[in-house]
Structure formats: structure tokens, C-alpha cells
């Protein structure tokens, strides 16, 4: 087996931003072709949004566009056009994200590019899908996640810090990339059998929605039951069950066990001197061990997730006055020999140079032409007989003259582009 699955699948990389080039790294990480296509002069926005080093291109783009190649090129422009129809005839896969009507306004309609190639797959992340009365919005991240019901769960429910809250985890934007990398590769996989082409969309409101599947699993919960006995409002705040809408449940479970974040030795100076602490409905005993407290085993007040659950708050107090003189470390490394579900709360820092996570791979330094190296996330996919190695993202119009080669087009051709800057 080849030590990349995806190899001799070419893509047309039309994306921008971190939605589309989310989606089209994973593929380039495994092999498939990846041209990125910009706009030539500036190319992909985020190649200058918040520069750290002057004039090398931004941390933003090196992390979303590592393993592809980058082809300028002004499809607006009838040579330009004329080049990216060519490519949609020797392509298999063409994936943008820009806004609603921009493609079809730059003449590649869908109609358009099945008769260029009826074998081409074309992918696109919109904010809305297709018919949906938003379907004309512009949509970013925090926007996607306002519309797709993460917001309106997530944060406080009383106290200052009440009212919808945004997650700092891409839900919307690489959320909706890694949706549509499957997408890609099961019309990929249709078209094995089909040998047509098809238009896979997904929009970021339906990806963030489809993350808050148990969220819809609590409205419908109330809808029936009337209240959520696993939420911290139970049964002390029944009045926030009034209107019979799921309310936000602070650091709470969220999928059936109760769990929060509890202060570790050192929380007063350190933000994340914390861990999250699942009581886990039928793993009780364990949880008495640990605390040393063998009593609550046996008491009726304790014994059943229903008894515990009026008092929770009360418990994991007890649980944080039994950790306040141990670091989240010291925490962790007691609860794990009972087999208690919970971690540290790491930060981005602890993350960058976390020994494990540099093994696993999941965190690599690249060398780059400009910067020296960066460092970035890689592949959280791990395969046996694929270790993805993750290479530079490129430099603006790095490859343009190589792929135009491989489609062609003479030295002289190449020339007349570069001068009526279609390229
Ligand atoms: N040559 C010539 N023109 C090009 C080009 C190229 N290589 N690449 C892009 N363009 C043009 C497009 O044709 C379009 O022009 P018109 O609007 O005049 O037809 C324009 O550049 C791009 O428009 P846009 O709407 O995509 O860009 P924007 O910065 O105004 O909006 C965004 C950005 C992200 C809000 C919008 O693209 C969008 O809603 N995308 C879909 C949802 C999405 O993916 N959002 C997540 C982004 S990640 O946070």
C-alpha cells in the first residue's frame, strides 16, 4: 500500500480563510494534490492578518495551507478563466468557500463546470445551505456558531457573565472543513462506481448544528419531560425550565454524566490550575476510594445518581477542598488509579510543548523558506501504515509556473501571463 492513500487525486484548492483550507490540508496531509489558487499580488487574506514576522506569511495561513502548492491566478480575467477551466477538465475535485454567488458570478456555475468535466467533484462550505432563507449571508466562525446552537448552550446562565457565549474551538470554520473532507471522499468513492461527478455542499450552521446533536437531544427532552435533571439548575432553579427552552449549563456534562471544572493548588495565581472531574452514573465506588470517603458507598444520599444530583455542587466542593493542596498534575495522577474520567486543564502553552503530543505527532515544527520553521497541529488521524509528514505551506505563486508546465502551457505563454499579471 501506498504510504499515501490519496495520492493521484488532484484538487483545485479555491478556498480561503480557515473553512476550506481546513478541509483541503487534511486531503494534502494524505496525499492528494493540492493546488492552492489566490488571488495574485495578495493571495489568501490570511496570509497577512496578524503578522508576527515581518513580511513572512502569517501563522494563520502557514497552520491551514501546509503540504500544498500555490498557483496565482486572476479568474477574472479571461486568461485566468481560460486556466481554470483547463484545470476542471484534468482535475477530480475543485473545493471553495467563498461568499454565496461568487463562483457562479466568476462564470463557473455548477452547470458550467459538469460540462467542462461531468467526472469533477465540486465542494463548497457556504454559512447557509442552499434554499435557506440566509442562504445570501457572508458567514464567519462566531457567526456559524450563533446560528448553529452552540452559543445559545454554551456560557452562564445567571450572574454577570450570562448570556450566549462563543467556544474558542473552530466549530464552525475547521469543523465544517473536516465535514466536507468526508463529503469529498464519499462522492470520491461514488464516483468510482457512478463515474460522475457530483456537488458536495455543507453548510457551517448544519456543521456546528450536527456538534450540537445533544443539546437538540435536551429541547426535546423538554419538550416531553419539562426540565433537565442532569443540568446544575436541578432541582434548586426549576424556574430556569420555565420557558421551556434548554438553558446554558456552565462547565457542566452535557452528554449525561455530571462533571465540572475544579480549582487545583495554585488556581488563585495561575488561570489554569484547574481539572474537570466526571462522576461518572455507575463508577461510584471508585470516586469514594479516591476521596477517601467509603461512607458515601453505602449512604442513600449518595448511592444513585438521582440521590447525588441535588446536592452535586456540594460534592465536587468536597472534591475541590480534597485537591486545593495537590497541582492539577498531582490531582489527575490520583484519580487515574481509580479509573475516574477526568484530565488537567491544559494551555496553549503546556499544548505547544507537551512531550507526548510532539511524539504522537500531533504537534510538528516545519521548516519554512521564510520563517525558518513553524511550528503546528498535525494530523489528528493517526493510521498504522501512514504517518503523515506534514511540509511547508507555500509561498505566494511558489508553484505557479511548474503547475502551468504540467498543464501545458509554454514558457512563452507563462511569460504573456506574468505580463497582463493574469498570473
Ligand atoms: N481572482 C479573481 N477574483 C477572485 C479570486 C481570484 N483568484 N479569488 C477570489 N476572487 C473574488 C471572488 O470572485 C469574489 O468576488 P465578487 O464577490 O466580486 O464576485 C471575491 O473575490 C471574494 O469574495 P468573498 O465574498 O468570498 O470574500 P469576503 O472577504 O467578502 O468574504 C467570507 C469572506 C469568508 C465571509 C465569505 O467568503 C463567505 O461567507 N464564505 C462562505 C462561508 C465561509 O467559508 N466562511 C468561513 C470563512 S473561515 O472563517
Redesign the pocket.
Known amino acids: 500500500m501506498s504510504n499515501k492513500p490519496l495520492q493521484g487525486i488532484k484538487i483545485i484548492d479555491?478556498t480561503?480563510?480557515?473553512?476550506?483550507p481546513a478541509c483541503t490540508q487534511l486531503l494534502a496531509w494524505f496525499g492528494a494534490d493540492v493546488i492552492k489558487?489566490?488571488?495574485?499580488g495578495s493571495g489568501d487574506?490570511t496570509r497577512s492578518q496578524l503578522r508576527d514576522i515581518p513580511d513572512a506569511d502569517a501563522l494563520y495561513f502557514t497552520m491551514l495551507n501546509s503540504n500544498k502548492r500555490s498557483l496565482?491566478?486572476?479568474?477574472?480575467q479571461p486568461e485566468?478563466k481560460a486556466v481554470l477551466e483547463k484545470m476542471i477538465k484534468e482535475y477530480d475535485v475543485m473545493v471553495e468557500?467563498?461568499?454565496?454567488?461568487?463562483?457562479d458570478?466568476?462564470g463557473f456555475t455548477w452547470e458550467r463546470i459538469q460540462e467542462l468535466n461531468p467526472k469533477m467533484i465540486l465542494a463548497s462550505?457556504?454559512?447557509f445551505s442552499d434554499g435557506h432563507e440566509y442562504e445570501d449571508?457572508?458567514?464567519?466562525?462566531n457567526v456559524?456558531q450563533c446560528a448553529g446552537g452552540a452559543a445559545s448552550t454554551t456560557g452562564w446562565w445567571k450572574g454577570e457573565q450570562a448570556g450566549p457565549m462563543i467556544s474558542a474551538a473552530a466549530l464552525?470554520?475547521t469543523n465544517?472543513g473536516m465535514h466536507l473532507a468526508i463529503g469529498i471522499l464519499t462522492a470520491y468513492i461514488g464516483r468510482q462506481h457512478t463515474g460522475k461527478g457530483q456537488k458536495v455542499a455543507v453548510a457551517?450552521q448544519d456543521a456546528v448544528l450536527n456538534l450540537c446533536r445533544v443539546k437538540m437531544r435536551d429541547q426535546l427532552r423538554m419538550d416531553t419531560v419539562g426540565y433537565l435533571e442532569e443540568y446544575p439548575q436541578y432541582p434548586h432553579e426549576m424556574e430556569a425550565f420555565a420557558d421551556k427552552v434548554v438553558p446554558r449549563g456552565g462547565n457542566a456534562g452535557g452528554g449525561g454524566q455530571p462533571g465540572w471544572i475544579l480549582k487545583c493548588k495554585g488556581w488563585e495565581t495561575d488561570p489554569n490550575a484547574y481539572i474537570y472531574f466526571t462522576i461518572q452514573g455507575q463508577a461510584w465506588a471508585p470516586i469514594c476510594d479516591a476521596l477517601n470517603k467509603p461512607e458515601w458507598k453505602t449512604d442513600p444520599l449518595y448511592m444513585t445518581p438521582k440521590a447525588r444530583q441535588p446536592h452535586i455542587m456540594d460534592i465536587f466542593a468536597t472534591i475541590e477542598d480534597f485537591i486545593k493542596d495537590k497541582t492539577k498534575f498531582e490531582a489527575v495522577n490520583i484519580f487515574r488509579k481509580h479509573d475516574i474520567p477526568c484530565a488537567p486543564v491544559f494551555s496553549m502553552k503546556e499544548l505547544l510543548n507537551d512531550k507526548s503530543l510532539r511524539a504522537s505527532g500531533s504537534i510538528v515544527e516545519v521548516p519554512h523558506k521564510v520563517r525558518g520553521s513553524y511550528w503546528t497541529v498535525g494530523s489528528p488521524i493517526k493510521f498504522s501504515d501512514l504517518k503523515p509528514v506534514v511540509t511547508a505551506s507555500p509561498l505566494l505563486g511558489e508553484h505557479t509556473d511548474e503547475v502551468l508546465a504540467e498543464l501545458g502551457y509554454s514558457k512563452e505563454q507563462v511569460a504573456a501571463m506574468h505580463s497582463s499579471k493574469a498570473i
Open positions: 479555491f480561503h480563510v480557515q473553512a476550506g489558487v489566490e488571488r495574485p487574506v496565482t491566478l486572476d479568474t477574472k485566468g468557500n467563498f461568499g454565496p454567488g461568487a463562483l458570478r466568476m462550505v457556504k454559512g449571508l457572508k458567514v464567519y466562525e456559524a464552525g470554520d465544517t457551517m
